[in-house]
């Protein structure tokens, strides 16, 4: 019942929903006397800021266009009394079956290159990539709210990389599972929104600029550069989309954050450079890789 009436809400209403976010929050506060439980589903951290207010020990975080799977809400709850358990992802999506990214080691503090295989084959990582978080209120206390600059797409990665900072642990349920529907960049690129590209490209350089030092940053933009060139090259006549993504680059490495502005571009050399020869850039920087 509890997971069938939280969904039915969260699956009709979104973050901009005031009338929505009003009856979710009255249904939280009457399953506060039977679970410390708050659902957010990225509204901007209205429900983690809600947390005092509320008492609430816990927050599950989803994204809007989840689709969860029957009974899988039921093997969280239970991973509540865990004192052990701290932050869980539930579920993740891959590309065919690994995706190439970037990863973190809070111990050396330094920025490397990994190609995650199905990603996890143990329970314990650092960092984690999915559609659900389980947070505890601890670590809320500790770290604070999501990132709002880095709304949207890295946010989750940017908080798996400060709570293990704090010595929390990052923990996969493997139990459970919530289907989230991917981008069609590669099927169907002309398809996606352009403020997407532009937000995956900035705020991934973004969330780097947090924890790593100006070298480690470029290198990063880098790899970056080189994954955007080969979706370049995937869109030759989405120019629209391009100009995004080109600019989601500029701006990740001023530090630029905010929405998407379409004026805000790339210098016309820079972009007419990268735009018409990606493949002479991407042989350039495999070169040298």
Partial sequence: ????????????????????????????????????????????????????????????????????????????????????????????????????????????????????????????????????????????????VLDDRIFAYWEDIDYSIRSALAGFRNVMVFDTSIYHPGKATIAAPDTVKPHYYYLMTRNEIMMWRSFCSPKQVLKAAFWVLRRQLRQIMRMPNNATGLDAMLSGLWDGLRGIGGGYDPKRRMPTPFRQLLARYPDLWLRILDAGH
Wanted: glycine share 10%.
């Fill in 1 to 144: 019942f509890i997971e069938q009436t939280l969904f039915g809400i969260i699956n009709k209403i979104s973050s901009e929903d005031q009338s929505g976010m009003k009856q979710l929050e009255s249904v939280v506060s009457l399953l506060l006397g039977v679970m410390s439980l708050l659902l957010l589903w990225y509204g901007r951290n209205r429900a983690a800021r809600g947390m005092t207010l509320w008492s609430v020990g816990y927050v599950i975080g989803i994204m809007c266009n989840t689709l969860p799977v029957d009974g899988t809400l039921g093997v969280v709850f239970l991973l509540m009394s865990d004192l052990f358990f701290v932050l869980a992802r539930i579920g993740f999506y891959l590309m065919a079956d690994s995706l190439v990214g970037t990863s973190f080691s809070a111990r050396t503090r330094m920025l490397f290159h990994t190609a995650f295989i199905v990603f996890l084959t143990v329970g314990v990582a650092q960092p984690l990539v999915g559609t659900a978080m389980l947070i505890r209120r601890a670590l809320f206390e500790k770290i604070g």
